[in-house]
């Protein structure tokens, strides 16, 4: 099975930063990665697939890069709304896996 | 509005048998493979088991392959998941989603399992 490591686990952050999570792959997996948000409560929302593709409608603050093993998300200017755990996921090979999430907070 | 709408959630003794329910409304799920994930109480996301647009593949996490079995209706616009010999390690609230690769799309608000004597 392919482990996806996200780092950091929780971050807080001030609105206005800039911020940036890490998510590692125990193998190749090309681009086959999405990410997504999931605030407190509610279903996941994609925002990101194929590591760098916006999904229709998520705004352009969000975005995704990297390929291979190394992946990154980044919020360029975090928003009160932004507040949510985000986990990356790959499917590049079945068993489709997870990161652990990362939980976003505001400072 | 695309919607998905779980149900089916019970609580179940160790050993017993669930049958969950994902109706969709809004789109048709005929062309789509369609998935199911869950989450245990604060915990992250795990896959559990998708099924091709026509159901003749069907794939399982290993942790509930032979105990849950996937199928859906595409003329009742429904996806299930037939859940035998749970254990505790199924509580979790279950989502079904849309899609396969490339990610899902589309989610519903889940379904509560719990697994307890």
């Known amino acids: 099975d392919i482990q996806m490591t996200q780092s950091p686990s929780s971050l807080s952050a001030s609105v206005g930063d800039r911020v940036t999570i890490a998510c590692q792959a125990s193998?190749?997996?090309?681009?086959?990665l999405t990410w997504y948000q999931q605030k407190p409560g509610k279903a996941p929302k994609l925002l990101i697939y194929d590591a760098s593709n916006l999904e229709t409608g998520v705004p352009s603050r969000f975005s995704g890069s990297g390929s291979g093993t190394d992946f990154t998300f980044t919020i360029s200017s975090l928003l009160p709304e932004d507040i949510a755990t985000y986990y990356c996921q790959q499917y590049h090979d079945l068993p489709l896996t997870f990161g652990g999430g990362t939980k976003v907070e505001i400072k | 509005e695309v919607q998905l709408l779980e149900s089916g959630g019970d609580l179940e003794q160790p050993g017993g048998s669930l049958r969950l329910s994902c109706a969709a409304s809004?789109?048709?799920?005929?062309?789509?493979?369609m998935t199911w994930v869950r989450q245990a109480p604060g915990r992250g996301l795990e896959w559990v088991s998708s099924i091709s647009s026509n159901g003749d593949s069907t794939y399982y996490a290993d942790s509930v392959k032979g105990r849950f079995t996937i199928s859906r209706d595409n003329s009742k616009n429904t996806l299930y998941l037939h859940m035998n010999s749970l254990g505790a390690e199924d509580t979790a609230l279950y989502h079904c989603a849309k899609g396969l690769r490339l990610g899902f799309d589309n989610w519903g608000q889940g379904t509560l399992v719990t697994v307890s004597s």
């Open positions: 809004g789109f048709t799920i005929t062309p789509h493979a």
């Open positions: 193998q190749d997996i090309t681009n086959y």
